[in-house]
C-alpha cells in the first residue's frame, strides 16, 4: 500500500511515474529505513517539511543505500503534485534543497520547454549545495551546477533522466524563446583595476 502510485495520477512518459526511477533503486528505496519511517503516509504537504529538513542531493552511495533526496523523489513522484505546488518548490527563494527537489521532479515529469521555462532562471542561484557521491562522501556543488547538471546529462542522481529535447529544436519550432542570459556580460566580468594605467 505505502509503494503504490496514487490512484488518481496520471501516466509519464508513458509509464507509471514510479517507474522512472530505475526498478533495483526503486527496490532500495522501499526498503531503506528512511523510506518506512519518515515517507509513509506522507502527503504533499507533509512531505515539504521533509524537503525543508534534508542536507544534500544524491542517488545512492555506499552500498547503493538511496539518499533522502531521492527517497522523497520517489514520494513526489507516487503523490504525484498538481503542476502549481511544483513551481512553488523550484520557486521558493529560502530553502535550496526544496528548489533542488522540485527542478528534479520537474526535469522527470515535465515537458521540454516548461522544464527550460521553469529551470534556466535557476542558474542565477549560485547558492552553495552538498552533494552526496556514491562512496558516501559530501562535497560541494552549487544550485546553478546541479541545475545545469539537469539539463545537461542524460544521468544525475542515479537516476536515468528521460530524453530531453534541445532547446534549439523548440525556439525553431516556436514552443520556447530564444535564450536571453539574465547576468548581463560585464558583471560576470570584473575588470582588473590598474594603478599604473595613466
Known amino acids: 500500500?505505502?509503494?503504490?502510485?496514487?490512484?488518481?495520477?496520471?501516466?509519464?512518459?508513458?509509464?507509471?511515474?514510479?517507474?522512472?526511477?530505475?526498478?533495483?533503486?526503486?527496490?532500495?528505496?522501499y526498503d531503506s529505513l528512511y523510506w518506512k519511517e519518515?515517507?509513509?503516509?506522507?502527503?504533499v504537504e507533509t512531505l515539504i517539511d521533509k524537503a525543508v529538513d534534508l542536507t544534500c542531493v544524491g542517488g545512492t552511495y555506499g552500498n547503493q543505500k538511496p539518499t533522502e533526496f531521492?527517497?522523497?523523489?520517489?514520494?513526489?513522484?507516487?503523490?504525484?503534485?498538481?503542476?502549481?505546488?511544483?513551481?512553488?518548490?523550484?520557486?521558493?527563494?529560502?530553502?535550496?534543497?526544496?528548489?533542488?527537489?522540485?527542478?528534479?521532479?520537474?526535469?522527470?515529469?515535465?515537458?521540454?520547454?516548461?522544464?527550460?521555462?521553469?529551470?534556466?532562471?535557476?542558474y542565477a542561484d549560485y547558492r552553495k549545495l552538498r552533494e552526496r557521491s556514491m562512496d558516501g562522501e559530501y562535497f560541494v556543488t552549487h544550485v546553478d551546477e546541479f541545475i545545469d547538471q539537469l539539463i545537461r546529462e542524460n544521468r544525475v542522481c542515479d537516476t536515468i533522466l528521460p530524453h530531453l529535447v534541445k532547446r534549439h529544436v523548440l525556439e525553431e519550432s516556436g514552443d520556447l524563446e530564444p535564450y536571453e542570459c539574465l547576468v548581463p556580460l560585464e558583471e560576470t566580468i570584473k575588470a582588473p583595476?590598474?594603478?599604473d594605467s595613466e
Do not use: W
Open 1 to 29: 500500500m505505502a509503494n503504490r502510485t496514487a490512484q488518481e495520477a496520471r501516466t509519464v512518459h508513458g509509464t507509471n511515474p514510479q517507474y522512472l526511477i530505475e526498478r533495483i533503486t526503486r527496490g532500495r528505496i
Open 38 to 43: 519518515e515517507c509513509f503516509a506522507l502527503t
Open 70 to 122: 531521492l527517497c522523497l523523489t520517489l514520494k513526489l513522484l507516487q503523490l504525484q503534485p498538481d503542476y502549481d505546488i511544483v513551481l512553488e518548490f523550484i520557486r521558493d527563494p529560502d530553502f535550496k534543497y526544496l528548489r533542488a527537489l522540485g527542478a528534479f521532479y520537474l526535469r522527470l515529469t515535465g515537458k521540454a520547454a516548461d522544464i527550460y521555462r521553469e529551470l534556466e532562471p535557476l
Open 193 to 195: 583595476v590598474s594603478s
